[in-house]
């Protein structure tokens, strides 16, 4: 019976290292399914199988596939609907479907291109061309994937970039507003790095913003915590479900990791090593507030943080 399949092409393992495509067959006749299957052992693609319409929206949504190769006719949900609920979600809508049904008459091929299938093959079909066609959507889909994730991150420390920062803060709200958990927001600015830059040049600096990356990186255990470059010699962190008391235990881990690097910092004002300022700020999530206003908060704290001497933690706690 249908199951998962490992296989080997070498232009999709080079594009995305580590990660072997994903494709999920939906076909209400296990004959079929174990044809596709039998049809693809030689290539490097996972396969997942669904039986009907339901089955394959609950599989797209778990595992998010590469490729859906989709049949039309089935009992309950068509494969027409289960195309048109896939890319009304945002979520889900960039899933190349092809259809690949027993439906042969022209009209029906441009109604399921119009839905937004990428492609249309009708059986029988020729095992060579379908296997040509699945190979080209998935590299296709790799290299958008590719340059999707790349325009997300910072092209020095490659962590996410402002712009990934920002539309993972509005995630993470709406994320805590569902669940009524508080968040915290954590904003980094290393000390006098202007004077670093002046004084070691620029080249130099580029490194010490790595290492500081790396430390944070390190200390930050979650998976779910963000680590993002905000700009410059800037950094952000977001933590989800963090309370104020965790959230500044884990800014001054933050602090003290880059001071116990002892990277020379002649000209600090302080301290003689690399420091980092931080201003860290928790809230409720709420409907009736913005994430903007965490925000703001972080960099006010931070702002107070650089007025007192840096080189230090400041939360909402420790404002006069």
């Known amino acids: 019976m249908a199951r998962g399949v490992e296989l080997n092409t070498e232009s999709l393992k080079n594009m995305m290292p580590g990660r072997t495509p994903t494709v999920l067959v939906v076909d209400d006749i296990p004959e079929n399914l174990d044809i596709l299957i039998e049809n693809f052992r030689d290539e490097d693609i996972e396969i997942l199988v669904a039986l009907h ?33 896939l890319k009304a979600n945002p ?9 690949i049904t027993a439906m042969d008459e022209m009209d029906d091929e441009a109604f399921g291109l119009s839905l937004g299938a ?62 009524g958990k508080p968040m915290s927001l954590i904003m980094i600015d290393v000390d006098y790095f202007k004077n670093y830059n002046d004084t070691y040049g620029h080249g130099q600096g580029d490194v010490c913003l790595q290492k500081v990356v790396s430390v944070f990186q390190t200390l930050l255990k979650r998976s779910s915590d963000v680590l993002a470059r905000y700009g410059g010699e800037e950094f952000v962190v977001v933590l989800p479900e963090t309370n104020g008391e965790q ?21 600090s004002d302080a301290a003689p090593y690399l420091s980092v300022s931080i201003g860290c700020a928790t809230m409720q999530p709420s409907s009736e507030s913005e994430s903007a206003h965490l925000l703001e908060l972080a960099d006010k704290y931070l702002y107070e943080a650089k007025k007192q001497g840096r080189n230090r933690v400041i939360s909402e706690s420790a404002i006069p």
């Open 118 to 179: 990428i492609d249309y093959i009708t059986k029988p079909f020729s095992v060579p061309i379908l296997k040509a066609r699945v190979r080209n959507h998935l590299e296709l889909k790799m290299k958008t994937d590719l340059l999707a994730k790349l325009a997300c991150l910072d092209g020095l420390t490659g962590i996410p970039n402002r712009r990934h920062f920002d539309e993972m803060l509005k995630k993470e709200w709406s994320r805590g507003i569902r669940n």
């Open 91 to 99: 979520e889900l809508s960039d899933i190349p479907i092809i259809f």
């Open 247 to 267: 959230a500044l235990s884990i800014a001054e881990q933050l602090r003290i990791g880059v001071a116990e690097q002892d990277i020379l910092h002649s000209h």
């Open 53 to 85: 319409g339901k089955d394959a929206l609950r599989l797209v949504k778990e595992h998010k596939p590469d490729l859906v190769l989709l049949d039309i006719m089935m009992p309950g949900l068509s494969g027409y609907e289960v195309c048109k609920q």
